[in-house]
């Protein structure tokens, strides 16, 4: 079946029962609302409304979305929103992307302690990257930090990193100035890289040592502390990826960056590009080729297919973005007016308040006129028949 709206909807609603039975007993609650809120979302089965158009008469029934995390149709609205807040925080400045990987043999142990190794990651990553900062020698100041959480590379198997946006300079000490970096250089990689395994290491050894650790599986030997201890010396000799890409170019390219990294799930729809008896078929970037090579195309099973994609689902309440050093949820506003002063720089325009947005419902597909809402049914519930004709005010005539 080859179709350009392919979803990922469409492959768990067609294998995720057989998918379900071949599984029992190894996915989670988590997992399982997963899948069901993605089977369900923008159907009957949550409900909806129908829209009728002022000019014309047209009625358009739209359903309900899941508003899950993990769904690839309900991130667009939830980034929008998101990004609409953030933009009024962009700071006159270049901001530099940072990203912290962690190896493989750490990746394994992530897997099967999401909660604290994921939270881990997040902490060590960002106290090493304000560490180098306030270093004299470096930058010597306090710097801010935006970080999302990605667990996955482009073919959906398991790649926990950090990615993170940094203005390029931060706070002196004293807090009576602006200390900039260069203008394509934020901080040493080998430096942050160095710190970062060993606040890693240290602090992972600790939560052994507490019992915070479980393993099960392949990794079951890993409850044994010098077995545990064995597995993890050699990443203290292994080089730990730190990547600094040069700075954004502008604070347009921010945003844009931002849109498209902080709400993203495993695979998006658009990389879809087959599903049928031979499996699914989508799109991913090879990054060990270059060039025109790195665009690949893979094929699943559909089974093979929902593992790798829920792989990815996240613990009830984790937080996989986050905010760091001046951007810390509690002094963030003080902080940015701080900078702003500064800087001398203007204060950001005012948002738009809900009345001056622009009417979320999509114009009228026949004439372009105005939709609104005329009618709303519940969930596993179907719209009423469509009277006859639909007026202006929203009657049936007599």
């Known amino acids: 079946m080859q179709t350009s709206a392919l979803e990922v909807a469409d492959i768990f609603r067609a294998a995720g029962a057989s998918y379900r039975a071949a599984q029992a007993g190894h996915l989670n609650l988590a997992q399982l609302k997963v899948m069901s809120a993605i089977e369900t979302c923008r159907t009957a089965a949550l409900g909806g409304h129908v829209e009728g158009c002022d000019d014309c008469g047209h009625l358009r029934i739209a359903y309900n979305s899941c508003r899950n995390r993990h769904c690839p149709k309900c991130q667009g609205a939830a980034a929008r929103a998101w990004l609409a807040e953030r933009e009024a925080d962009l700071l006159p400045v270049g901001y530099f992307h940072v990203v912290f990987t962690l ?19 997040f902490k060590t990553a ?47 000490p004293d807090g009576e100035r602006w200390i900039g970096s260069r203008p394509a250089f934020l901080l040493p990689v080998r430096v942050l890289s160095k710190l970062f395994r060993r606040l890693f290491l240290t602090r992972l050894l600790s939560l052994h040592a507490a019992g915070r650790l479980v393993f099960f599986g392949k990794l079951k030997s890993l409850d044994d502390r010098r077995a545990f201890v064995r597995h993890v010396a050699p990443l203290r000799r292994k080089k730990w990826h730190v990547y600094a890409k040069a700075p954004f170019a502008g604070p347009e390219a921010v945003l844009a960056y931002l849109s498209r990294y902080t709400h993203r799930v495993a695979i998006s729809n658009r990389r879809l590009i087959a599903f049928g008896k031979d499996g699914v078929t989508f799109r991913y970037q090879d990054y060990r080729r270059r060039g025109s090579e790195r665009q690949q195309v893979m094929t699943l099973h559909p089974h093979e297919f929902m593992r790798r994609f829920l792989l990815h689902v996240l613990p009830r309440g984790f937080h996989r973005i986050r905010h760091y050093g001046l951007f810390a949820s509690g002094t963030r506003m003080a902080s940015i007016a701080h900078i702003r002063e500064l800087l001398a720089a203007a204060p950001p325009e005012e948002a738009p308040k809900s009345a001056d947005l622009p009417d979320p419902l999509p114009p009228c597909p026949c004439c372009g006129g105005h939709m609104r809402i005329i009618e709303t049914f519940g969930r596993w519930s179907q719209p009423r028949a469509p009277p006859q004709a639909f007026t202006a005010t929203g ?4």
């Not at 190896?103 to 990651?121: F, H």
């Not at 667990?151 to 946006?165: D, R």
């Open 103 to 121: 190896p493989a043999e750490v990746g394994d142990i992530a897997w099967q302690n999401k909660a604290i190794v994921y939270d881990l990651l």
């Open 395 to 398: 009657t049936a005539p007599s």
């Open 126 to 172: 960002s106290e090493t990257m304000m560490s180098i900062a306030a270093d004299p020698k470096h930058l010597g100041a306090r710097i801010g930090i935006t970080a999302v959480l990605h667990t996955w590379g482009s073919a959906m198997t398991h790649h926990p990193h950090v990615h993170m946006i940094v203005p390029g300079g931060g706070i002196s």
